[in-house]
């Protein structure tokens, strides 16, 4: 994560600070979440049941629930079955392209033609 850039429109130095995180429930340590409390970054990542239960069996030293938004949730599925639809391009899941430039026109193509439906 520290290498994320993001350019600005108006030009300017990149950011380096997403705004908001979605993981699956693999990436629920409390070492991660730390992370992204630190660098002030909202998160959406459930807790697994085994964490759950064993914050529970500690009471009241086991801490507060991770907080956890289900409807954001929800939309890092659509997000995954996008993204697996444009690996069915063959071009786009074995990139054959070397250029950035190049790829990036492939993936626009495959989501066009997912897009108009054909």
Do not use: C
Not at 6 to 11: A, C, D, E, F, Y
Not at 13 to 41: E, F, K, M, V
Not at 47 to 54: I, L, V
């Amino acid at each position: 994560m520290e290498r994320i850039r993001v350019s600005r429109l108006g030009g300017g130095r990149p950011r380096t600070r997403l705004d908001h995180l979605g993981g699956d429930r693999a990436y629920s340590s409390r070492r991660n979440r730390r992370y992204l409390r630190r660098r002030q970054i909202k998160h959406t990542i459930p807790e697994p049941k085994n964490q759950w239960a064993n914050r529970q069996r500690r009471g009241s030293r086991g801490g507060r629930p991770a907080g956890f938004d289900k409807t954001i949730y929800k939309r890092r599925n659509e997000v995954e079955r996008t993204i697996n639809a444009l690996k069915n391009f063959r071009s786009v899941a074995t990139r054959f392209d070397k250029r950035a430039y190049i790829f990036h026109g492939t993936v626009t193509v495959a989501a066009m033609r997912l897009w108009l439906g054909s």
